[in-house]
């Protein structure tokens, strides 16, 4: 059974980090590509960041610079490490390995 899940989520004040991580299992995503999306209250679901099974990697303009999305296919792990974080960064963060999704994990950050 193929399952993503989430952790790092937390509260942060305006300016700090988080490092989200999403450990796959049931099945190796080194020839996948990966992706991170959020949903904010009252909002869609959008796209965040993804990496590509090639290496490449492509970012929401809203969080260029400030996020990176790497990962480990030694663990099939995601990571997406957030810096200079702002209130409007505050969602639910969801791990995607384009069909399976992980439950999210939340990321909340006051001003």
């Known amino acids: 059974q193929v399952q ?29 590509n990966m992706a991170w999306y ?19 990697t492509l970012y929401l303009n809203a969080v260029k610079g400030r996020f990176t999305v790497s990962r480990d296919n030694n663990t ?9 974080l702002k209130p409007e960064d505050t969602a639910i963060y969801y791990c995607n390995g384009p069909e399976f999704w992980g439950q999210g994990t939340q990321v909340t950050v006051s001003s």
């Open 76 to 84: 099939n792990t995601l990571y997406l490490q957030m810096n200079n």
């Open 38 to 56: 959020r949903q904010a209250p009252g909002k869609a679901r959008e796209f965040v960041a993804i990496s590509g099974y090639l290496g490449t």
């Open 4 to 32: 993503l899940v989430e952790s790092g989520g937390g509260l942060v004040q305006a300016g700090g980090s988080l490092r989200l991580a999403c450990a796959a299992s049931g099945r190796s995503f080194s020839d996948t």
